[in-house]
């Protein structure tokens, strides 16, 4: 190293970014200390100052490092810090900061939460920032941002809002193309209206009672946990969709015509079943369907699929590729009088891979047939995956079941497959 031009030395020590190792390089030399402000980018794990025992406040020692840097574009701090040090930091690098991510711990630090400036306040003297990370947030008040006009992605994990608080802070970011709030918790009603939008995946603890309303022109992957109303407009861009409910009830989804759409996810326990059919109408141009809800009803009672006309169905999802079925669904298609009548020219062109999950043995027969119809009618099939899960019976049924189900692989061993 000591016989490199000093430009060399600078080159290679600016792409440290853990603080730790810039720390120790700070005391091998002066020439290696000299290099410090060229570094673009720096982190500071969880445990940056576990074992710390100086007089200088962490805080402090962070703001010496950052205030040393000329044109510091990156900046993550995993370790404790309160909001007057975070306000020190942002005063000295802010302009320049492309990338912000921060573990706030305002949820489980009452004092951090009463503290002034507030965490949330400071981040506006990071008014050119391209990316922000947020961990453990508290945002019960509207966040006194100007507006992010640079902002791209902007991810909250871990945070407890109040729904004007959260759609303020979306207000001061206009200019999103990635969006990602997972393990968030008391919100009701969400309103998201961003033109320039492609990803949004949103994570809602609690009863599983929000409602979404998205208006994205641009969106092309969107991924939705914990809402029981969803409205949609402008997603004829959208690709990729994904709806969950493992704690409440979808009453109601309304998009437009998903005329792009190629992935369609439905999951849950229970869905009006005026949401899974008009969903499955809107998405009628969908490569890869994942059906696993396990009950229907539009109240309390909890009730069975109707039945699912089999051939109709894959006449309005002519684009199958890959069709991923859970309990519910497939008992649906195992009605006695979906196969009834099939016209001699029916074929299911574009399927190639069936994934079917099995739970009881009742109505054997149907199930049977049905599997049948795939390897009949699916021309192209590649692959037929049986994964019987946690099948229980009183009597030999469940035994008989599989037995036929086992026959079923020996007629067509290069396509079926069981786990």
Not at 70 to 77: A, M, S
Not at 247 to 276: P, T
Not at 303 to 319: A, L, M, R
Request: contains cysteine.
């Amino acid at each position: 190293m000591d016989s490199l031009p000093d430009a060399i030395v600078q080159c290679i020590l600016s792409h440290m970014s853990n603080a730790r190792d810039v720390a120790v390089c700070n005391c091998v030399s002066k020439r290696w200390k000299d290099s410090t402000p060229y570094i673009r980018s720096l982190y500071f794990p969880r445990n940056s100052f576990d074992n710390h025992s100086g007089g200088l406040s962490p805080d402090i020692i962070i703001w010496r490092i950052i205030s040393s840097i000329v044109h510091l574009e990156e900046l993550v701090v995993y370790s404790p810090f309160t909001g007057a040090g975070l306000a020190s930091w942002l005063s000295s690098v802010g302009p320049t900061l492309r990338h912000l991510e921060l573990r706030m711990d305002n949820l489980v630090d009452l004092q951090a939460c009463q503290e002034s400036p507030s965490k949330l306040e400071c981040l506006k003297s990071a008014a050119n920032l391209e990316t922000l990370k947020l961990w453990g947030v508290l945002m019960t008040h509207s966040p006194r941002w100007d507006v992010f006009q640079k902002l791209k992605n902007l991810e909250i994990v871990g945070a407890k809002f109040e729904d004007p608080a959260l759609n303020t802070a979306l207000h001061a970011c206009p200019n999103l193309s990635n969006l990602l709030l997972l393990a968030c918790e008391g919100l009701s009603s969400v309103s998201i209206e961003l033109k320039l939008l492609e990803q949004c995946k949103l994570d809602f603890y609690g009863l599983g009672n929000c409602s979404l309303l998205i208006n994205a022109p641009k969106l092309q992957l969107l991924e939705v946990q914990g809402c029981s109303w969803i409205r949609a407009r402008g997603t004829s861009s959208l690709r990729n969709l994904s709806i969950a409910n493992n704690h409440g009830r979808v009453y109601m989804v309304d998009f437009d015509k998903l005329a792009s759409l190629e992935v369609l996810s439905l999951r849950g326990i229970q869905w009006c079943w005026n949401a899974i059919s008009k969903i499955l109408e809107c998405g009628s141009e969908v490569k890869h369907l994942y059906m696993k809800v396990e009950f229907t009803g539009d109240y309390d009672a909890l009730e069975p699929f109707p039945e699912i006309d089999f051939v109709e169905f894959f006449n309005n999802h002519p684009k199958l590729q890959k069709f991923d079925i859970h309990g519910a669904m497939f008992a649906a298609l195992c009605q006695k009088h979906s196969l009834k009548s099939v016209d001699p020219d029916f074929a299911i062109s574009c399927l190639e891979e069936v994934w079917v999950t099995v739970r009881s043995p009742l109505n054997a027969e149907q199930k049977m047939n049905t599997l049948e119809s795939f390897t009949k009618y699916a021309k192209n099939l590649k692959a037929l995956v049986i994964n019987i899960l946690r099948m229980k019976s009183s009597h030999g049924s469940a035994d008989d079941f599989f037995d036929d189900i086992c026959k079923f692989k020996h007629c067509h061993p290069k396509i079926v497959r069981i786990e």
